[in-house]
């Protein structure tokens, strides 16, 4: 049968436009199908929801005041049907200005609905789905539930559903929808051979445990994530989110529920005691471009990054374009300006700034624990619980030998009292000899005076002021790790009442101001504890200034906790209140720079300050430590005081200094302490951060933004997070912040969040959604192609708890799915698109698989998992044509590299590869839920000339004449198979190896393009194989690999 | 459009391979089609773009854009008054900055000298433009062209700009105009693509960014996006055979892969697989085409000679000038060149001269030559960048040196041929060229204007995406400036 025929009159007809005039009306019209689009499109803009645009105060959304101009059942007398047929262009609808024109079929439908009565219903997407009963049908057929409705529906319309397809074909489709690579011919064999009832659900299980399926599903969220290894605006720097990309990979490879995989992109950071990993699944909305541009406002960009979260939620999450409301109420769907900026605000709080980096990750960011690291942080974490355990057990222990010492102490009460333990650095800079100064604590470390500054006479003896550009720099000092508990202070005399400076500090400014500092603060003292500044970092300043030209003792502790709440700040033995100006540390502090006495590395000179006394401790002094050091020894009086008269709080103050100064089994155990913390955070050194969510401590505020602009806001109502009226409340219970949102989207009876993700899952093995638009729900979006199926699904799913590989599993189960594609004469005349689903699916191979599928037939694939973006080849000077100050090249990857799956290739998204985007692979710049799918003489050349793929035919003719048999009919046999799993039927053989014949004999005549041709791409031939044959094989292989049916599942 | 609707547009498109025997009657099939699958199918124009596509009459046929990436300023090129010699040296008066929001390179700066050019300016042509004497070759093209003097954007940082001036709005993920026009429009030759894009360096400054989002097709089908033209062997990636495998070998192996693609056809039936058996075709024919297009070796001596002695080195501003002309000529229906290094934030008068020596000749033979092969009146040539730059000097103005920071709200841009007026001047700005003083053309006014040239109602060339009605000159009811043309 030649097909050409029918579909050339199809053709003509369709752009005749004769079909559309003679297309039947339905018997039933029905609003939602029928209407809603035509007066959504052509109407609402000037009739709708947005009060703005609206015309002639005349609304067509709401049947209430829509029966202003229509009468139900008499068309005549409706005003709607008088103005849209009107001869009279200044009457006649829709308005000349608007571009917009009914055509006779849709004025037909108007009239026979307000025939009928002029009905409304809601819109079917804003309606929670409900699940009706299983059509019953007439004729025996279908496997589960989907074949129940897309048989009924094909009935009605006189069609019947195709066969089942072949087994090979089958085995091809499935391997290639759930993983993107194709089945092995073991795997082919194995299923012909089998021959049981669930030999293909087998199949289906073993598929959907492979990690290569949670990679297929993975690259599709990429789209959605917008994921790229690079910030887009300006510079386009590189970045590392991989570690995200790794924690979608592992959540579909376990399974994680749509409602956790949910919860936790969008709100894992605010899950009470959230785990690591939870905080690594908020980089989904970390991975928008973000810019480094020298003149850029930076409120500009912040308020840009969070109308980028809002979009995505609403695309990805909700199928609404709620990016519409931003500047003005929503012209199609029920979202005023307003709703828009409560449902922004859920994102406003952000701690992100609008000014990111050009070179690396910005924060708030994590240090990455790779999964095998992940189990023994958790065993670290619970020894160090357990050397909580045993202090706490100790402190009761002790008590006989805290009374017996007390006792002892309180008769040599004039002795001088010890001095606290844990003392790690101590300079009293009493003498500079060949300008080098002591460190009493430790002789090893190298102190010396740089730069001009003076010697003083101080607290104690000498004392230095700083002056001009003088420092002590001091080798050897290790700062504790930042979950350790550490205190540090001196004694300091400023001249000036403000003054400002670092008094001593360990500090890469370089590295986003790594490490920690004493600080003066307009003369009060505070203190920087800094993993990056200033996402990951705490700052605290005490609330009182020093005395000008007097000795002030200024002190901190900080107790390993990452927390603000966990500093404390001391001036003269008397805890302050503090300001607290950063507060969130998880990260190292150490840095390879040198620690320094009166400035940081390269700035904050603590000029015309004296200081005199620094020490360090290893450990959170006690207040009475810490007041003993300034000077006023509180421990004496309170040994003075005779034992019983001593109060609960004296007693403690006691104990405590006794067990951290005297206490020799404690003071055991906290060192051991100290060193399962080092051992943990040597774990998070790593050099691999990932970007996740954060909030600030207060509330920013949200204002509704006139125009959408960041510059107008209307200061005169502070808008609380919230949703869209229109849709069903926040659960109760739920805080109001994203993780509420989160919490929200997959309460059970939302209507939309389970529709959208099962007609995601749908389109990905369909090749379209059962809703076309499948990011858009709104009344501007396709009918269903399948409204009940779509409801039923949707529903089944949110049952049986949003279980993915589940929902997959029955869409491929399903007798639908497994029909074959194969296009009669009656279906491609009834039904060119397939909607009704008469026969089986049938497109194009995604990009990333075109080329999956080549490395994996070929045997050069790497099948490593996970880990940061590799770079395969791809032609000179792409990167460097568009990069900032053209200086930024590609530098191919070697070795296996470049066979990984392209999933993993690099994705700098000013330049992304070429092979991919040929291929409609997007920027990923935004959100892209569905990719459109082209043909075009682009992607020829890739599949032809295109190195992988001639390097990757080069191996396929490889194995062909290894594995493949002795003759060319064997070999042509087994490499048609490999790339279609099916065998060839004889015409196709005859080509094939005719085509082989005929190029042996020219390689043979000119062995130098044998060698050519053999000598493209890094790896290396098998040099046993006769160059000539294994070129003309390497031909056919290319031709194989160009054929329509291996870059198609069908 | 959906990516479906487009797949059903493809297959309107096949009509072509298609003969058109054996027809069935209209209404039986008509008949035969459940109620709701056709609905809306776009239909296709001759040149495989969409149907009613040109809305009218076009004056132009195709465009080609002269980019100038990184804001070239307008105050020493164009847009100059003699006044400005008065106040140079002078703060900008608060009366002409009028709160306007800076970007934060200069928005620190305690001091905003206003800066007169350093450069001589000389009246030219019927109307007396000023002109600088850094374009000699362009101010004797000025009675060709079309200066618009009053183009403005609200963007003032480069990528949102140059994302906004060729996609509509500063947001990511439209399409670009060429696209829009591959898309609207089709093209006259299949053998090429619609859309073709050249970079040239500047060799005054260091280069601002770019991205290939500047060419993407967005949301529209890849097939719309701009295929960047390279200087070196291989001009359009992977056009090359791989070493080994020659022409004839090649011819061989496409008629196997046809032979076997047939076979697929008759066993599915997918039209698809016909249109790939089309598309290896073209491809091949590309592998023709584009060498070709790309070998300059046969134009005369004369035409180097107008375009200057850079049109012997690839990679140049001038041989893309060239190259441009050659496409015009083989009916590619939008040519974008980008040419780099117009950021001058410092050390203007050492980087503007040679920045100009790059493109004043070439541009202005491309005019020349388009005119003297009788092609100038339906090919529409664009010049301009995202933006201009501020009067005021960015850092210090010493005698001899001074920077110029990003200004959105006034810059120049001129168009020639097309059904542009010639010899017009449009718009004027205040004495500080700061402030537009008259008629004001927002940048999508502009390309409204000339997508009407190429007979396209910027408000009917749209494709549903989002729920939206999406065009190239965005939501903010851009308008066509009937004044600019004839």
Not at chain 2, 131 to 154: C, F, N, Q, R, Y
Not at chain 2, 234 to 255: A, C, N, Q, T, Y
Request: charged share 25%.
């Amino acid at each position: 049968m030649r097909y050409g025929t029918l579909a050339s009159v199809i053709i003509a007809l369709v752009s005749s436009g004769v079909l559309l005039a003679s297309e039947k009306l339905p018997d039933t019209i029905q609003f939602n199908r029928d209407i809603r689009p035509i007066l959504s499109n052509n109407c609402f803009l000037c009739h709708g929801p947005d009060k703005g645009r609206r015309k002639a105060d005349l609304r067509l959304d709401l049947a209430t005041e829509a029966k202003e101009v229509i009468v139900p059942g008499k068309p005549a007398e409706s005003e709607l049907w008088a103005r849209i047929t009107s001869s009279d262009p200044d009457e006649r609808m829709p308005a000349k200005g608007s571009k917009k024109e009914l055509n006779s079929h849709q004025i037909a439908l108007i009239k026979k609905w307000i025939e009928q009565g002029a009905k409304y219903e809601g819109h079917w997407a804003y309606i929670a789905p409900k699940q009706s009963a299983l059509p019953k049908a007439k004729m025996k057929w279908g496997r589960n539930s989907i074949d129940a409705f897309v048989l009924a529906r094909l009935q009605v319309n006189g069609l019947k559903p195709s066969a089942e397809a072949a087994k090979e074909i089958l085995i091809r489709r499935v391997t290639l929808d759930l993983t993107g690579l194709p089945p092995t011919l073991e795997e082919v064999d194995n299923f012909l051979k089998d021959k049981n009832q669930n030999a293909y659900e087998k199949v289906v299980d073993r598929l959907l445990a492979t990690k290569a399926y949670a990679e297929r599903m993975t690259l599709h969220w990429m789209d959605v994530a917008r994921y790229g290894d690079s910030s887009v605006h300006h510079a386009d720097g590189p970045r590392t989110m991989w570690p995200w990309r790794d924690w979608v990979i592992d959540a579909y490879d376990k399974n994680k529920s749509f409602k956790d995989f949910t919860i936790e992109q969008l709100a894992g950071d605010l899950i009470p005691n959230a785990t690591h990993s939870q905080k690594v699944a908020t980089g989904f909305n970390r991975n928008h471009g973000t810019t480094d541009e020298g003149g850029l406002i930076e409120e500009e960009y912040r308020v840009e990054y969070v109308v980028d979260r809002v979009k995505t939620t609403g695309n990805v999450w909700l199928g609404l374009s709620l990016e519409c409301a931003q500047c003005h109420s929503h012209k199609y769907d029920p979202i005023s300006q307003k709703e828009y900026y409560q449902f922004f605000a859920f994102f406003n709080n952000n701690a992100d700034k609008g000014k990111q980096s050009r070179g690396g990750n910005a924060p708030p960011m994590l240090d990455f624990v790779p999964a095998g690291k992940l189990e023994k942080q958790k065993s670290l974490d619970a020894k160090i619980k357990q050397a909580d355990q045993k202090l706490v057990e100790r402190k009761k222990q002790a008590r006989p030998d805290f009374e017996k010492w007390a006792v002892a102490a309180a008769k040599k009460i004039d002795e001088k009292p010890v001095e606290p333990a844990g003392l790690f650095a101590h300079f009293p800079l009493d003498e500079f000899k060949d300008r080098k100064t002591a460190n009493l604590a430790n002789e090893k470390t190298e102190a010396k005076l740089e730069g001009k500054a003076k010697l003083v006479s101080g607290k104690f003896g000498g004392a230095l002021r700083i002056e001009g550009n003088g420092y002590v720099d001091v080798k050897g000092i290790k700062l504790p790790e930042w979950n350790q508990a550490f205190s540090y202070g001196c004694w300091v005399k400023p001249d000036a009442a403000n003054a400002n400076g670092a008094i001593f500090s360990k500090m890469n400014e370089g590295n986003a101001f790594r490490g920690f500092d004493l600080w003066l603060q307009g003369g009060a003292p505070g203190t920087h504890l800094i993993h990056q500044w200033q996402g990951n970092a705490v700052k605290v300043v005490g609330k009182k200034k020093a005395k000008t030209k007097q000795w002030s003792h200024i002190f901190v502790t900080y107790d390993g906790t990452g927390k603000a709440a966990g500093t404390s700040v001391y001036l003269d033995g008397k805890k302050l209140a503090h300001n607290i100006e950063a507060d969130g540390l998880s990260g190292t502090l150490q840095t390879p720079n040198t620690f320094r006495i009166g400035r940081r590395s390269n700035s904050a000179q603590a000029n015309k300050i004296e200081i005199d006394d620094v020490r360090l401790y290893n450990r959170v002094l006690i207040a009475a430590e810490v007041a003993a050091l300034a000077g006023n020894n509180p421990i004496a009086p309170l040994l003075a005081i005779a034992p019983e008269n001593r109060t609960a709080k004296q007693r403690e103050t006691l104990l405590l200094y006794y067990l951290n100064n005297i206490d020799g089994p404690y003071k055991k155990l906290l060192s051991e302490k100290r060193g399962v913390e080092t051992e943990l955070a040597g774990l998070n050194k790593g050099k691999v951060t990932t970007m996740i969510m954060g909030d600030l401590s207060t509330m920013r505020p949200t204002y509704l933004l006139q125009r959408g602009h960041y510059e107008h806001p209307k200061k005169d109502e502070v808008l609380k997070p919230s949703v869209p009226a229109f849709l069903p409340p926040m659960p109760k219970g739920a805080p109001n912040n994203r993780l509420g949102l989160a919490q929200w989207l997959t309460r059970p009876d939302h209507p939309l969040t389970a529709r959208v993700a099962v007609n995601r899952y749908w389109s990905l093995l369909f090749g379209k959604g059962m809703v076309k638009s499948v990011s858009d729900f709104g009344t501007q979006g396709e009918w269903p192609d399948h409204p009940k199926l779509l409801d039923w699904l949707a529903v089944d799913f949110m049952k049986s708890d949003w279980d993915i590989k589940r929902s997959l599993k029955q869409m491929v189960m399903s007798a639908t799915y497994r029909q074959s594609s194969r296009i009669t004469r009656d279906l491609l005349a009834q039904d060119p698109n397939n909607i009704l689903l008469a026969r089986g699916p049938r497109f194009r191979l995604q990009g990333e698989f075109v080329r999956d599928n080549a490395l994996a037939v070929s045997g050069l694939l790497n099948r490593k998992v996970g880990g940061p973006g590799v770079k395969p080849y791809q032609p000179p000077g792409l990167w460097n044509e568009v990069s900032l100050s053209g200086n930024v090249r590609f530098k191919q990857d070697s070795g296996i590299s470049i066979y990984r799956r392209s999933l993993y290739t690099y994705w700098k998204r000013s330049a992304p590869a070429p092979s991919m985007t040929i291929f409609d692979a997007p920027t990923r710049e935004k959100c892209m839920v569905e990719r459109p799918r082209t043909n075009t003489p682009l992607q020829a050349l890739v599949t032809l000339n295109d190195p992988q793929f001639v390097e990757a035919a080069r191996h396929v003719a490889q194995r062909m004449m290894k594995e493949g048999g002795l003759t060319p009919k064997e070999r042509v046999e087994f490499g048609y198979r490999l790339v279609t799993s099916r065998k060839p039927r004889p015409m196709v053989a005859r080509i094939l190896e005719s085509a082989f014949n005929e190029e042996l004999e020219n390689y043979k005549k000119n062995l130098e393009a044998a060698g050519k041709v053999l000598a493209i791409g890094d790896s290396k031939r098998d040099e046993k194989l006769n160059a000539a044959e294994h070129a003309a094989w390497a031909i056919v292989a290319s031709m194989l690999l160009n054929l329509d049916e291996v870059i198609t599942r069908f | 459009m959906n990516p479906l609707e487009e797949n059903e547009l493809q297959m309107t498109r096949r009509e072509l391979i298609f003969n058109s025997a054996k027809c069935l009657g209209g209404a039986a099939l008509g008949s035969l089609m459940a109620p709701g699958l056709i609905a809306a199918r776009p239909k296709t124009n001759a040149l495989g773009g969409l149907a009613g596509v040109p809305h009218f009459a076009p004056k132009a046929k195709r465009i080609i854009m002269l980019f100038f990436s990184g804001g070239p300023s307008h105050i020493d090129t164009f847009d100059y008054k003699p006044v400005m010699r008065s106040f140079h040296g002078e703060e900008l008066p608060e009366s002409v900055r009028q709160g306007q929001r800076l970007t934060t390179m200069t928005s620190g700066q305690k001091s905003f000298p206003c800066v007169a050019p350093m450069f001589k300016f000389e009246r030219k042509g019927k109307h007396g433009t000023w002109v600088s004497e850094l374009l000699p070759h362009l101010g004797a093209m000025s009675d060709e062209i079309t200066l618009i003097k009053s183009m403005h954007t609200e963007a003032i940082n480069h990528d949102p700009a140059i994302t906004y001036i060729l996609t509509g709005t500063q947001q990511l993920g439209k399409p670009s105009f060429g696209s829009w026009i591959s898309y609207g429009l089709g093209t006259e030759n299949q053998n090429l693509p619609a859309y073709i894009v050249m970079i040239s360096r500047g060799s005054g400054a260091a280069n601002q960014a770019l991205y290939s989002r500047l060419w993407s097709s967005g949301f529209l089908p890849s097939k719309h996006q701009g295929v960047n033209l390279r200087s070196g062997k291989e001009p359009v990636l992977f056009l090359k055979d791989p070493e080994g495998i020659d022409r004839s070998l090649r011819r061989r192996m496409l008629d196997g892969i046809a032979k076997i693609n047939e076979e697929q056809f008759a066993e599915f039936g997918d039209p698809e697989t016909q249109t790939r058996i089309s598309q290896y075709e073209m491809a091949f024919r590309m592998q023709t085409s584009v060498p070709d297009l790309m070998d300059v070796s046969k134009e005369p001596k004369s035409v180097t000679d107008l375009y200057g002695k850079d049109a012997a080195k690839p990679g140049t501003f001038a041989r893309n000038c060239v190259l441009a002309r050659r496409m015009a000529e083989r009916g590619v229906p939008f040519v974008h060149l980008f040419h780099r290094g117009w950021d001058h934030h410092g050390g203007l008068p050492g980087k503007l001269p040679k920045q100009c020596r790059d493109i004043d000749q070439p541009a202005a033979a491309l005019i020349k030559d388009l005119k003297q092969r009788g092609m100038l009146d339906e090919t529409l040539v664009i010049c301009g960048g995202e933006f201009g730059r501020t009067i005021y000097s960015q850092g210090k103005l010493t005698r001899t040196n001074h920077g110029r920071d990003h200004h959105g709200r006034c810059f120049t841009t001129w168009v020639a041929g097309g059904g542009f007026k010639a010899g017009y001047e449009h718009g004027a700005t205040d004495d500080h060229s700061y402030n537009i003083t008259r008629d004001p053309v927002h940048i999508n006014d502009l390309n409204a204007t000339l997508l009407q040239q190429m007979g396209i109602d910027h408000e009917r060339l749209t494709y549903r995406f989002l729920g939206l009605d999406q065009r190239l000159t965005g939501v903010e009811g851009a308008k066509v400036v009937p004044q600019l043309v004839e």
